[in-house]
C-alpha cells in the first residue's frame, strides 16, 4: 500500500524559505511522474514542480527560479526547497506521484492524472 507524508510546511514571512519533505512508504520515486502541487483557498490544484518519468525536472512558471525540487538517493523522499517566498504561495501543499512505470507526465495527465497523494502541508507566508 503505498502512502506519502508531507511535512516541512509552516508559517514565514515574504522572502523567507523552507523546505518541505514528501516520505513515500510502498514507492520510490523512481522512473515516475512525480511531483508537487498546491491549493489555495477558492482556487484550482495546480502543479508547482515534478520530476518527470526520465527524471527530467519541471516547474511552473511561477516559481521558476525560486523552487528546487530534489529526492534523496534511497528515491523514498522528495523534497521542495523554497526560497523567495511570497505571499501569493500561501497554499496546501501536496506531493502526487503516479504509478505508471516510465510514462511521461502528459500521458499520466491524460489518463486522469497522479495515482497517490499526501495529505499536505500547509504553507502561509505573511507580507
Known amino acids: 500500500q503505498v502512502q506519502l507524508m508531507e511535512s516541512g510546511g509552516g508559517s514565514v514571512q515574504a522572502g523567507g524559505s523552507l523546505r518541505l519533505s514528501c516520505e513515500a512508504s510502498?514507492?520510490?520515486?523512481?522512473?515516475?511522474?512525480a511531483g508537487w502541487f498546491r491549493q489555495a483557498p477558492g482556487k484550482e490544484r495546480e502543479a508547482v514542480a515534478g520530476?518527470?518519468?526520465?527524471?527530467?525536472?519541471m516547474y511552473a512558471d511561477s516559481v521558476k527560479g525560486r523552487f528546487t525540487i530534489s529526492k534523496d538517493n534511497a528515491k523514498t523522499t522528495l523534497y521542495l526547497q523554497m526560497t523567495s517566498l511570497k505571499p501569493e504561495d500561501s497554499a496546501m501543499y501536496y506531493c502526487?506521484?503516479?504509478?505508471?512505470?516510465?510514462?511521461?507526465?502528459?500521458?499520466?495527465?491524460?489518463?486522469?492524472?497522479?495515482?497517490?497523494y499526501g495529505k499536505g502541508t500547509l504553507v502561509t507566508i505573511s507580507s
Open positions: 502526487g506521484a503516479s504509478g505508471m512505470y516510465m510514462t511521461p507526465c502528459t500521458v499520466v495527465a491524460e489518463r486522469g492524472g497522479m495515482d497517490y
Open positions: 510502498g514507492y520510490t520515486y523512481g522512473s515516475y511522474c
Open positions: 520530476f518527470d518519468s526520465d527524471g527530467t525536472t
